[in-house]
């Protein structure tokens, strides 16, 4: 599985950026797809997952503000961050778990939230 993020940026407090996620190489629609993120000096933590069926999850910190959403047609997750702040300035990762398989991992695209 080849994971390619993109739509990373620089935003102003209370803006929105939408994180694009495509991949190739698996049968995509029965992959759970999901966000991680990393700030200077943290851990990877985990910011919301969609499940093959649709179902999703999200962290605490930013229900109500990200939606996650996947296009099967097009093998592609997006993330919409909306209401930014700057605790969101993060590199984001793309992942997929393609049942049965490890865990692929995209590039990384960073997040930046300042004014």
């Known amino acids: 599985v080849q994971l390619q993020a993109s739509g990373g940026g620089l935003v102003q407090p209370g803006g929105s950026l939408r994180l694009s996620c495509a991949a190739s190489?698996?049968?995509?629609?029965?992959?759970?797809m999901g966000w991680y993120r990393q700030a200077p000096g943290n851990q990877r933590d985990l910011v919301a997952f969609?499940?093959?069926?649709?179902?999703?999850y999200y962290t605490d910190s930013v229900k109500g503000r990200f939606t996650i959403s996947r296009d099967n047609a097009k093998n592609t997750v997006y993330l919409q961050m909306n209401s930014l702040k700057p605790e969101d300035t993060a590199v984001y990762y793309c992942?997929?778990?393609?049942?049965?398989?490890?865990?692929?991992w995209g590039q990384g695209t960073l997040v930046t939230v300042s004014s």
């Open positions: 992942f997929a778990d393609p049942p049965g398989q490890r865990r692929f």
């Open positions: 190489g698996s049968a995509f629609s029965s992959n759970r």
């Open positions: 969609i499940n093959s069926g649709g179902s999703t």
